[in-house]
């Protein structure tokens, strides 16, 4: 993650912990409401990475796949074979449930990555 985005996710903790005056707990959305669910999905949409990784030359997705430490174990449970059946399949391959499955700094990193290899290859 870069410096600012840290500062950045520090601070919107920080705020996030000190109610403003004269408000209370009740006016704070819950964990259940559509605020906080939509609170939650403000990250990397699952689609476009899915659709980004695809689109990446072999050397780069498997590079990618290995940089992301959850998404390398998904390939690698399947030992030897999970590699060769991904390279023969990693364009067409649905990607998003893995890609639901990482937590926010995974899928922010996964997000970089697909980033950079992008910008190295015009696209």
């Known amino acids: ?10 601070c919107v903790l920080i705020i996030g912990l000190f109610p403003a005056p004269g408000s209370s707990a009740e ?3 819950s964990a259940d409401s559509p605020a906080a669910a939509a609170a ?4 990397p ?9 695809q689109k ?8 990618v796949v290995e940089s992301v430490p959850k998404l390398k174990a998904d390939v690698e449970a399947y030992g030897p074979i999970g590699w060769e059946y991904v ?3 990693y364009a067409t391959h649905g990607w998003k449930k ?3 499955k990482l937590d926010d700094a995974q899928k922010q990193s996964l ?4 980033e950079t290899a992008n910008s190295m290859t015009g696209r």
Do not use: Y
Not at 45 to 53: A, G, I, P, V
Not at 111 to 114: E, I, K, P, R, S
């Open 1 to 10: 993650m870069h410096h600012s985005a840290i500062q950045k996710l520090a």
């Open 27 to 29: 006016a704070l959305p």
């Open 40 to 43: 939650r999905n403000t990250g």
């Open 45 to 53: 949409d699952s689609q476009q990475m899915e659709q980004k990784l």
């Open 56 to 63: 990446l030359s072999w050397p780069q997705f498997r590079f």
């Open 87 to 89: 390279r023969a399949h």
């Open 98 to 100: 893995n890609i639901d």
């Open 111 to 114: 997000a970089d990555l697909l």
